[in-house]
Each structure stands twice: as C-alpha cells, then as structure tokens.
C-alpha cells in the first residue's frame, strides 16, 4: 500500500509556476516533520526544503524566495508552491514525512516521487 502519494509534477516553461502536493494516508499517524527533496540522474539527492511540526521552515539556498512549503495538519499534506521556476530545477520531486514515535525513535516514509521539467 503506498503511504505517500504525490501530485503535481509536469511540465512548465521557464518563468513559470508549479505547485506539488503530497498526503499521508489513513494508515499512519500524523506527521511531525516534512520534507522535500529533488533529484536529477546522476546527482545526489537534495534537501529542497522542509516544515517542522511547529511551522519552521528552512529552504536550500537554490529556491530561496521562489519556492514555499507549507501544510494542512488536518488532512495531513504537505505543499510546495514554485514559482519563478527555473531549468535548473528540473528532477524528481520527492516528499518525506517523519513521525516520532518516542526518545530518539521515529518513523519515515518517502513518496514515490514526481517528475518536474522546466523548459527554457
């Protein structure tokens, strides 16, 4: 069963806008922390940005000002708004989602990833 189903992806020209979303289903608890994370062949994966369960977000230098994270506790999702977007951010969006379960324990779960292209 998959747990983190995203949506969003596609194609957009340089300039442009693009929002992802990504929701947790009924089957886990609700998230603590998100995250989104991007990834072109041949690369590493990287952090793009994140929300902690009490709102503060951090953001790579790279999307800075131009991409916003933000969630619904309630339907418990995770959104990245992108503007402005750029050739460059081109790959495989992925969410992940961390769930502490007591001390230093916790649980994760990545989406199954989606793809973003940006034309110029």
């Known amino acids: 069963q998959v747990q983190l189903v995203e949506s969003g992806g596609g194609l957009v020209q340089a300039g442009g806008s693009l929002s992802l979303s990504c929701v947790a289903s009924?089957?886990?608890?609700?998230?603590?922390?998100w995250s989104w994370y991007r990834q072109s062949p041949g690369k590493q994966r990287e952090l793009v940005a994140e929300?902690?369960?009490?709102?503060?977000?951090t953001y790579a230098d790279s999307v800075k000002d131009r991409f916003t994270i933000s969630r619904d506790n309630a339907k418990n999702t995770v959104y990245l708004q992108m503007h402005s977007l750029k050739p460059e951010d081109t790959a495989v969006y992925f969410c992940?989602?961390?769930?502490?379960?007591?001390?230093?324990?916790?649980?994760?779960?990545w989406g199954q990833g989606t793809q973003v292209t940006v034309s110029s």
């Open positions: 992940y989602a961390k769930i502490w379960t007591g001390g230093f324990a916790f649980s994760d779960y």
């Open positions: 009924e089957s886990i608890a609700s998230v603590d922390d």
């Open positions: 929300i902690t369960s009490s709102g503060i977000t």
